[in-house]
Structures are given as structure tokens and as C-alpha cells.
Nanobody
Framework: QVQLVESGGDLVQAGGSLRLSCAAS????????MGWYRQAPAKQRELVAT???????NYADSVKGRFFISRDNAKNTVYLQMNSLKPEDSAVYYC??????????????WGQGTQVTVSS
């Protein structure tokens, strides 16, 4: 069983920055593609960014150039550096761990979420 614990959510003014962290335990961290997703009220959960164990990244168009995902495989932690925050970035941010062979294993895990609120 994989446990994911997010931290770093906060209230910040537009234009500000935040760094989210997600600590994973109970698994071989390098076997997982790590990601951040977000869900605003009355909206569907959406992809923000993902990163493979080899540091290949993928970003939603809405955050490209502002958000940066990274991971420290020695610390079993994934980060999301968020810069130039906008009110529309306000959401609950969820950490995700998806096994590199998800189609075969079905292993996909979520954290409990951390609230990010950007004031205008």
C-alpha cells in the first residue's frame, strides 16, 4: 500500500509563489510516475503535471512556464513549484502515484489533497 502525504498549500496573492511537496511511503518510489492534479469547486479533477523516474515531465498548457515539477528519488518526494500564481489556479491539489506498468498492475494512488487559494 502506498501512502502519499501532501504539504505546502496556502493562501497567496496573485503573482506569488508556492511549493507543494508530496512524500511517498510504502513502495518503491522509482517504479511510479508521479503527478499533481487539481480540482476546483464544481469542476472536474485535471492534470497539472507529471514526472517519470527518469525526470521526463509533462505539463498542462495552462501552467506551462509557470509551474515546475521535480522529484527526489532518494527522499521519495515529488515537488511542484508554482510561480506567477493566478486566481484561477485556486484548487485542491492532489498528489498521484501511478505505477509505470499501470495497465498490468492497476496500481494508482492519491493523496488527501492540499488547498491552494490565490487571491486577486
Amino acid at each position: 500500500q502506498v501512502q502519499l502525504v501532501e504539504s505546502g498549500g496556502d493562501l497567496v496573492q496573485a503573482g506569488g509563489s508556492l511549493r507543494l511537496s508530496c512524500a511517498a511511503s510504502g513502495t518503491i518510489f522509482s517504479d511510479y510516475v508521479m503527478g499533481w492534479y487539481r480540482q476546483a469547486p464544481a469542476k472536474q479533477r485535471e492534470l497539472v503535471a507529471t514526472i517519470t523516474s527518469g525526470a521526463i515531465t509533462n505539463y498542462a498548457d495552462s501552467v506551462k512556464g509557470r509551474f515546475f515539477i521535480s522529484r527526489d528519488n532518494a527522499k521519495n518526494t515529488v515537488y511542484l513549484q508554482m510561480n506567477s500564481l493566478k486566481p484561477e489556479d485556486s484548487a485542491v491539489y492532489y498528489c498521484n502515484a501511478r505505477h509505470k506498468w499501470f495497465a498490468a498492475t492497476g496500481r494508482n494512488y492519491w493523496g488527501q489533497g492540499t488547498q491552494v487559494t490565490v487571491s486577486s
